[in-house]
């Protein structure tokens, strides 16, 4: 029975990073590989919604327990996570840049460095830099850099690889999660706000029954969670369920008045639709 389950367990863990190295090839391969799907055109904006805003959740703040070594690219690497927590982000690209500097292999110092572009809003160069850590050394990568990687995606209206990129985050944080529980930390941001984007990036991709599956599981996650009752009411307006968002705008009432302004404010615009439907793209501005 041993030897069996033994075999069952190989087999698992060879399909993960089977599965796991798929998409980061999909993310590291030119453009016009991942072409193959296509977005959601502005031209599908009714009402002129098409320039609705979120902001998406923020990058996690947990004091990395890296070890210390003696090299220069190190002590700058951890000099660089320093800044980043405390919210110095041009300070942190600058140090992380002169990491990559001492040593052009550190994979480390690149998903790092993506982390610092997101931060200042930099989301070309975000892409760059995390892809070049996923090229050097792809299982090194956290779960953090790819949600960063999927938040710069989805800045930037590449929502295809948004979903890649969200998918390797929360599949990475399954596995950092059994390693914190044998007492290694890591960075990683909060599993609502992974589920988060997830909803987004399959609203963007019209997947409206996956987006509400992922947003569901935010607010499951986190009560509190306002983004995630925005996003609900949203998808359910682009599927025509008027009564379920008006019952998210009730809940964000308390939560956050100017997301339930933004939500009354679409509620109250009458569409041409049978369906009552409202068909817009979901822009983000984190």
Same mark, same amino acid.
């Given at each position: ?10 087999? %698992? ?15 590291? +391969?030119? /453009? ?8 959601? /055109? ?14 998406l ?10 070890g ?7 002590? =700058?690497?951890?000099k660089?996570?320093?800044? %980043?927590?405390?919210? !110095?982000?041009?300070?942190?690209? &600058? /140090?992380?840049? *002169? ?11 690149y998903?790092? =460095? ?16 995390l ?30 690889? +948004? ?13 950092? *999660? ?15 706000d992974? !589920?988060?984007?997830?909803?987004l ?11 509400l599956? &992922? ?9 509190? !969670?306002?983004?995630?009752? @925005? ?5 359910? %307006? ?7 968002? &008006? ?7 308390? =939560? ?24 817009f793209? @979901?822009? /983000?501005?984190?």
């Open positions: 029975m041993k030897v069996i389950l033994s075999g069952v367990c190989f087999c %698992l863990i060879v399909f993960g990073f089977t599965e796991i190295s798929r998409a980061q090839a999909q993310l590291t +391969a030119p /453009t016009s590989e991942n072409s193959a799907v296509s977005k959601p /055109t502005t031209s599908q904006s009714k009402q002129g919604l098409s320039d609705v805003k979120i902001i959740p923020g990058n996690s703040a947990a004091i990395p327990t890296t210390t070594e003696a090299s220069p690219e190190a002590s =700058l690497f951890l660089g996570l320093t800044f %980043l927590d405390t919210g !110095h982000d041009a300070e942190a690209l &600058e /140090t992380l840049r *002169q990491a990559i500097e001492h040593d052009p292999n550190d994979a480390a110092a998903g790092k =460095l993506g982390v610092a572009y997101v931060a200042l809003k930099q989301y070309k160069e975000a892409v760059v830099a892809r070049m850590a996923i090229r050097i050394k792809p299982q090194i990568v956290d779960a953090e850099d790819y949600y960063q990687l999927s938040r710069s995606y989805t800045a930037l209206e590449k929502f295809p690889l +948004a979903l890649e990129a969200i998918k390797l985050a929360l599949y990475v944080q399954r596995a950092e *999660q059994i390693n914190l529980e044998s007492g290694n930390t890591f960075r990683s941001p909060a599993v609502a992974l !589920h988060y984007s997830a909803g990036a399959f609203y963007n991709l019209q997947r409206y029954r996956e987006a599956e &992922e947003l569901k599981q935010v607010i499951a996650l986190n009560p509190k !969670h306002a983004p995630g009752y @925005f996003g609900l009411a949203l998808t359910y %307006l682009a599927t025509g369920d008027r009564k379920a968002a &008006e019952k998210q705008q009730e809940a964000l009432e308390s =939560l956050d008045p100017v997301y339930a302004a933004k939500i009354a404010k679409l509620l109250a615009i009458k569409t041409d639709n049978p369906q009552g439907a409202l068909v793209v @979901f822009k /983000t501005n984190p």
